[in-house]
């Protein structure tokens, strides 16, 4: 589990395509000395496993699932990545329960100045439309964001100064692609309540 909080933004530094791809990711503040092999940190929102690791880097490995629901696909050497470790118990749960099971891959459609913000717009699949509310939260490569608006095809969130630098989210413009989780807690319900 994950909090949608990222921690550090860490960079692309090689990728293996053999089958799985192997794809070695460079951090920048975040700390790796207590990070087990096995471990499980969020990448730009989805939920990897942690298979080598050095002072200042990680590896993982992205399947064949992976590639097909995720932007993983899209990566590059110098791609930038949103990281977040797992929750540990006694954390601070700053944003919201995350489970790190990216939805689906989503597009930036529109994005405008508000102030000192930034408003995004982004598609909104047909499917994951009756867990987007207006004033609920949704997770955006990782981060975990509160729904503004809510159109039939859209919908929009408010990215403050703070979120646009401490993650990739302030650099994404009109078309770029983006990994969606929607709200655990709106899918339960919607499983729970009767059809």
Known sequence: ???????????????????????????????????????????????????????????IQASAESLAKTTIKNWATGTRVNLEPALRMGDELGGHLVSGHVDGVIRVTARAPDGDSVRLQFSMPPELARFIAPKGSVVIDGTSLTVNEVGERAFGVNIIPHTQHATTLGALREGDAVNIEADLIARYLDRLLPK
């Open 1 to 59: 589990m994950f909090t949608g909080i990222i921690q550090d933004i860490g960079t692309v530094t090689n990728i293996v395509k053999n089958g799985d791809w192997r794809i070695t990711v460079k951090v920048n503040a975040l700390p790796l000395a207590g990070t087990a092999i096995g471990a499980s940190i969020s990448c730009s929102g989805a939920c990897m496993t942690v298979v080598a690791k050095t002072a200042d880097s990680f590896d």
